[in-house]
């Protein structure tokens, strides 16, 4: 079984749609994080929730919005979407916030076209 | 601001030659350090990590890394590659005082290993 999941793995789009990218852990960490990797390859921390609380919002643009509808699950919904956003997504899961080991899925790749 | 530098962005070897991939970070005070590998498809996973003591850290798959404080480097080796550890590497640092769990990737490494 896959401990952290992501869904879908590719995702193509026009501007100014809206999108969802799904993440579950079954894992039974308290924590999530979705981080962004840009075209230079450096993944960057966008968001991390402890036990459905968000902890770090990291100067995202407001389109982004994470749901964390149980500690199991953090969705990532970007709204109006941009040529910009087009990047691979991680997300990834810790035990606890602060000093565990992050375990990651295998990215969702989204092309705004 | 805090960043990690890997400095080989591609490297191409031959099976059974020696690897080092380099990792430099830029924070002066204790830091977790982590080595992910994303193998073509699959998802990051970590090779291996440093919290404290012996700075020298065996990972999976024969692989180590040697914190160097002097130098904030942490250099990841393997004696001998095989062509299975063809994949993308990252460094990752996490500062001590950050109670946020954030970790900061460098742009990742590319290892080609020609069978």
């Known amino acids: 079984d896959t401990a952290v999941s992501q869904t879908p793995k590719y995702l193509v789009t026009q501007m100014g749609n809206d999108k969802s990218i799904k993440c579950e852990q079954n894992?039974?960490?308290?924590?999530m994080y979705w981080y962004k990797q840009d075209s230079k390859k450096f993944l960057k921390i966008m968001f991390s929730y402890n036990n459905k609380e968000l902890i770090i919002n990291e100067t995202v643009p407001n389109r982004f919005s994470p749901k964390s509808p149980d500690k199991a699950h953090l969705n990532l919904h970007i709204n109006s979407l941009e040529l910009g956003d087009s990047a691979v997504y991680f997300c990834?899961?810790?035990?606890?916030?602060?000093?565990?080991?992050?375990?990651f899925g295998a990215g969702t790749r989204l092309s705004v076209l | 601001a805090q960043s990690v530098s890997q400095h080989n962005h591609h490297v191409i070897l031959s099976e059974a030659a020696s690897l080092e991939l380099g990792c430099n970070y830029s924070?002066?005070?204790?830091?977790?350090l982590f080595w992910y590998v994303q193998y073509p498809g699959q998802h990051l996973q970590l090779l291996l990590k440093y919290f404290s003591g012996d700075p020298l850290v065996k990972g999976i798959k024969g692989f180590e890394a040697e914190f160097i404080k002097s130098k904030f480097s942490f250099n990841l080796r393997k004696p001998s590659v095989q062509w299975s550890d063809t994949a993308e590497y990252f460094c990752a640092v996490r500062p001590g005082s950050s109670n946020t769990g954030k970790l900061i990737f460098g742009q990742g490494t590319t290892l080609q290993v020609k069978p």
């Open positions: 894992l039974g960490h308290d924590t």
């Open positions: 990834a899961s810790s035990q606890e916030i602060g000093i565990s080991i992050q375990y």
């Open positions: 924070y002066g005070g204790t830091v977790n």
